[in-house]
């Protein structure tokens, strides 16, 4: 779809609330140059589906909402670079030295990967889609 490069069909979790993109072809073609039209549709989250909801710490909370301000700020919203994404969360922990913020932030990195809350390729980070 022209104008939004990298957006994939697929079920995104914004909140408490899950929506399902799709793109439908439009029957409308100008100057040889064909249309796309999207939508979003409400899914069950996964409270609904029966599924219990991911526990984070504290930390793997901070973790993921650093990466998340990190992509916010990127157009389009393709990733965070690892070492953009330390930068941020260290400003944001309060521990004693960098040591101690390096280890704790590579352990809820590891831990939020594991859990399938983020994905890497390389050495960017995003958010996984909520219904992969």
Same mark, same amino acid.
């Given at each position: 779809? =022209?104008? =939004? ?10 909140? !408490?609330? @899950? ?14 140059? @064909?249309?796309?039209? &999207? ?6 989250? %996964? $409270? %609904? $589906? ?12 901070? &973790?993921? @909402? ?32 960098? !040591?101690?913020?390096?280890? #704790?932030?590579? %352990? =809820? %990195?590891?831990?939020? #990967? @594991? ?18």
């Amino acid at each position: 779809m =022209a104008g =939004a490069p990298g957006l994939e069909p697929g079920t995104y979790g914004f909140g !408490d609330c @899950e929506q399902s993109f799709h793109r439908v072809p439009f029957p409308l073609e100008v100057d040889g140059q @064909e249309f796309e039209t &999207c939508y979003l549709e409400e899914v069950e989250s %996964r $409270q %609904r $589906q029966g599924q219990r909801p991911l526990k984070l710490s504290q930390i793997e909370k901070l &973790c993921l @909402e650093t990466l998340k301000s990190g992509i916010k700020d990127n157009v389009p919203p393709s990733g965070l670079h690892l070492d953009a994404w330390k930068t941020l969360f260290f400003a944001g922990h309060t521990g004693d030295n960098k !040591d101690t913020k390096k280890r #704790v932030f590579n %352990r =809820a %990195r590891k831990d939020l #990967v @594991e859990k399938g809350i983020i994905e890497v390729s390389g050495k960017y980070y995003s958010v996984r889609d909520s219904g992969t």
